[in-house]
């Protein structure tokens, strides 16, 4: 009698031609099925092979990361600026070996100008913490950090995702907007200092018929957490475009926190509809402080500098009170959820040309005491905060970089509820990868190297605040190479100017 390992070597030679069999079917149906088929050229053209370019191009875009990219050369962040993220949130060692890989020849790379005679650290003071809406707002709140959290809504990002960063919010001292999809319990649990923000839609604080409710701005303002209000007018990755939630994902949560009907569609118009101009925003601003007694500001992304001029303009006549406490400034580039790529792609100034812009803009009118800048868009290094700083932010917020810091690997899946990381997934399974716990610190460690890496540029340029930094700090290189002080490039805004 023969033993079972006797009896599965005897049938290998049988099993195999079976397989051979079961493989040779597979193709000759698949070319049969490719040369009749009239949709795909390539597979009637090349039957059975041409699938590989499909399978090839998939795989091509992991191993191109892992494999073939070299360090500065991925869009949008670099393998080099999300080791950067990587180290700083693990709260690693952040130096490089050898010499920079970083080319600066390219038009629009930013150069420090460091002092022959830099800040000794014994000199050196704490990033001071900035007030927004002191003397115009009932309740003016004091920013500790000048690196926070951007708002992604809770549904854009998952639950383990929302608690991580706003534990580490907390942690950090820094804040964290709620992005546009309300106020969650997974928001208010880290403890930390939050930006409820308004969006199109007006989740969170609306009626049944989409327009604001005073009733629930009210309630909302009195959680004391919530420290600021911020009218979501665009963002960079999708500016006049309104998102869709689909009915499916509008579960009896996601109902309850939006304020929306269980299982249907929801549709966030383009616009808040009661706000068609400068003016009709200016009236909004002062109507959410005075329901809220909070510090009111708004997001957009900069196209025309106009708007922003007659919005100044308006100011100006109404008075100084009636001014937003702080404006938002988001780079055409920044990142979504889910956006069409046209929009994504080519509407809306990059932060790089935008911020010097808003800053002027800001100046001219003589409002520069009374409203804070905050600027987004791909700053996720401290180059790219400390450059936003020198251009005349008071503020730096980032999404993305905060993504990394709890483990995002930049699998561009954020719109297809398969984030392998369970940062922009609702699967359960995917999500059990991600502990709010343990990264709540890496976004605590982030955001402390962050300031820490930012105040070391600033005594490097001889200054012992990082507010203290200012456009005659950093040159911008130019098409011939040659690099110029941003002073030069932008004159209005001189030394001395952002203390
Ligand atoms: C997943 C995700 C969700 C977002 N949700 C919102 C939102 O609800 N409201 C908003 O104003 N911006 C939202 N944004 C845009 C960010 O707040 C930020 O303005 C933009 O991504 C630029 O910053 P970054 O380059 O650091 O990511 C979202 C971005 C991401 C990546």
Sequence with gaps: MPTTSEL??????????????????????????????????????????????????????????????????????????RQWVHRASSDKDNTIAFGSTKNLNIPGSIIFINCPFPMLDSDAVQTRAVTIGEGYSKHPYKASSIFNISGMSYGAISKPAVLALSGGAKKADCWMNTGEGGLSP????????????????????????????????????????VKMFEIKISQGAKPGKGGILPGIKVNTEISKIRGIPKGIDSISPNRHIEVSSSSELLDMINHVRDITERPVGFKTVIGHIRFLEDLLDEVNKRGVESAPDFIT??????????????????????????????????LKHGLEDRIKLIASGKMITPADVAWAICAGADFVTSARGFMFAIGCVQSLKCNKNTCPTGITTHNKRLQKGLDPENKSVKVANYVMNMTKTVEMIAHSCGVKEVHLLNRTHVRIVQPDGKSIPMNELYPLCTEGENE
């Design 8 to 81: 599965i070597f005897n049938l290998m030679p049988t099993l195999f031609v079976w397989l051979l069999g079961i493989v040779f079917a597979i193709i000759v149906v698949t070319f049969v099925f490719d040369i009749s088929q009239s949709k795909n050229a390539i597979l009637r053209n090349y039957p059975v092979v041409g699938h590989f370019r499909y399978l090839f191009s998939n795989l091509g875009e992991f191993f191109r990361q892992y494999f073939f990219a070299m360090d500065r050369e991925e869009m949008p962040f670099n393998r080099a600026e």
């Design 186 to 225: 997974y928001h208010l649990k880290g403890g930390a200092d939050l930006v409820f923000q308004i969006g199109t839609a007006k989740y969170g604080v609306r009626n049944d018929d989409g327009s604001l409710s005073d009733q629930k701005l009210a309630d909302i303002a009195q959680h004391d957490q």
């Design 329 to 362: 400034i988001d780079g055409g580039d920044g990142g979504t959820g889910a956006a069409p790529m046209a929009l994504m792609d080519n509407v809306g100034l990059p932060l790089r040309e935008a911020l010097p812009l808003v800053v002027d803009t800001i």
